[in-house]
């Protein structure tokens, strides 16, 4: 339900948004607006508002919506538009190019804009990421043959200071496709400086869809994690047994545990079987038996106790970065990483064609909805910071020069201003057709992304 109700309200806001700035802008340039649609379709809801009595409504299909203007060229219900002579003035085809040209652009900038607020918000409230601090480098990959080594802070990628593995991991994404060495700047424990130079050529086309920061070598620093416990859950088998916080785990039917990973798989494993547990607690040892609860989990039957992980302070602050800045400073950041995304956006896609980048990264609903529910199970910071990189997608994925998106129309505005006269409606209707070919061939492999992400997991 989580994951419906924020694939809905992701839809809700981005279509909205998107749609308000065409309606926005054609209002300011004197336009007549007809209509104003959320979705496509049969209409579930419909009211008209405002001196220029404009239908206002919700359909029945979420994936998308338009702003019907008054046009001397188009239908409205398969009938030609009765145009009142005073209104004339006011038609879309009698505006000048330029205010055309604003009209169409408005969506897209909307959503970029939308990005920008959000991003500016997130800098301000803070967020917390993982130091970019190293843990083990593994022989024989790019990072242990520059030299790195474990304990080092990552200062900074190509010149530009980084403060979480978030920074780290953008950055690279970057440098991968323009660049087959990137410098990169650390300082170990003993505050001493050093720079390495770390090879980028081993990434692949197909690697932008795995942790490429593995396959490079690079991880962050992972402490030492005893099974001792955290949080228990009110009702959890791990109360029904006993179980207090601050026990550590010490055997499990005989087999010493040494680490949390360790005992979290022996409970998964074994649902609704009865584990004899060693624990100290308060310096003690004692025994205990908890039998795991039986959860499914994406159809497989797992073991849960329902404890928690108890997590040493010290470690934490260790590990974490509370990164914020002014409301001034949050701005320019969030104006510099809607730029940035959205370039690279550009970038990959250009890629994809040339076939310099795996046709893999394109994404459906399916996998929206996917993203859109996880991101908000971690938390409403998360979900804002997904909100507004598909905010970008919608916004890049419309500017592009294909004809039936706003990208396409605005092809022809700049052809008709070369040209000193409007592209004729013949190339119209061979440049939608050719659109919407294109869009259906995009949606094909968005959908067999999909349904291969949900097959293979």
Request: aromatic content about 10%; charged content about 20%; hydrophobic content about 45%.
């Amino acid at each position: 339900m989580l994951t419906v109700l924020a694939f809905i309200v992701t839809l809700g806001i981005l279509i909205a948004v998107h749609e308000y700035g065409h309606f926005q802008v054609a209002r300011w340039c004197n336009v007549k607006v007809l209509r104003f649609s959320l979705g496509f379709g049969k209409p579930l809801y419909r009211k008209r508002f405002g001196k220029d009595n404009t239908e206002f409504v919700i359909s029945v299909l979420p994936f998308g919506g338009y702003v019907k203007m008054l046009d001397e060229r188009e239908l409205l219900e398969g009938e030609k538009v009765t145009i009142d002579h005073a209104d004339l003035p006011r038609a879309f085809n009698r505006q000048s190019v330029w205010k055309r040209i604003a009209i169409v652009s408005a969506g897209p900038a909307a959503n970029l804009l939308l990005a920008i607020f959000l991003y500016w918000i997130l800098f301000m409230q803070g967020v917390t990421g993982i130091k970019p601090l190293l843990g083990e480098i593994p022989v024989d990959t790019p990072a242990a043959k520059a030299g790195f080594q474990a304990g080092q802070l990552i200062q900074t990628v190509a010149g530009e200071p980084v403060a979480s593995w978030q920074d780290v991991r953008w950055i690279l994404l970057q440098e991968v496709i323009k660049t087959p060495v990137v410098e990169v700047h650390v300082k170990d424990d003993a505050q001493q400086d050093s720079v390495h130079q770390l090879a980028l050529d081993s990434i692949g086309k197909d690697d932008f869809e795995q942790d490429f920061l593995t396959k490079l070598g690079l991880a962050p620093y992972r402490p030492a994690m005893p099974a001792k416990l955290g949080d228990i859950l009110k009702d959890s088998a791990a109360e029904k047994a006993g179980l207090k916080t601050g026990d550590l785990v010490v055997s499990l039917n005989g087999t010493a545990i040494s680490e949390w990973e360790q005992f979290v798989t022996q409970v998964r494993e074994q649902p609704g079987q009865a584990l004899k547990l060693e624990l100290q607690r308060d310096g003690q040892n004692m025994q205990s038996t908890v039998t795991p609860d039986t959860v499914d989990d994406g159809g497989k039957k797992i073991g849960r106790i329902g404890a928690g992980y108890a997590m040493d302070q010290a470690e934490i602050n260790r590990m974490t970065v509370l990164v914020s800045y002014g409301p001034l400073q949050s701005f320019t950041q969030a104006a510099n990483k809607t730029w940035e995304t959205s370039i690279f956006s550009i970038k990959m896609l250009a890629r994809m064609v040339t076939g310099e980048a795996s046709w893999k990264g394109v994404s459906g609903p399916v996998t929206i909805a996917s993203y859109a529910g996880q991101s908000a199970h971690i938390g409403w910071k998360s979900f804002i910071g997904f909100l507004a990189l598909i905010s970008i997608s919608l916004g890049v994925l419309n500017l592009l020069p294909v004809p039936v998106l706003d990208g396409g129309h605005l092809l022809y505005y700049v052809i008709e201003i070369f040209k000193g006269s409007p592209v004729s409606e013949a190339v119209m209707e061979a440049g939608q057709r050719i659109g919407l070919t294109i869009l259906a061939l995009l949606m094909a492999v968005a959908f067999y992304n999909d349904f291969t992400r949900f097959i293979t997991g």
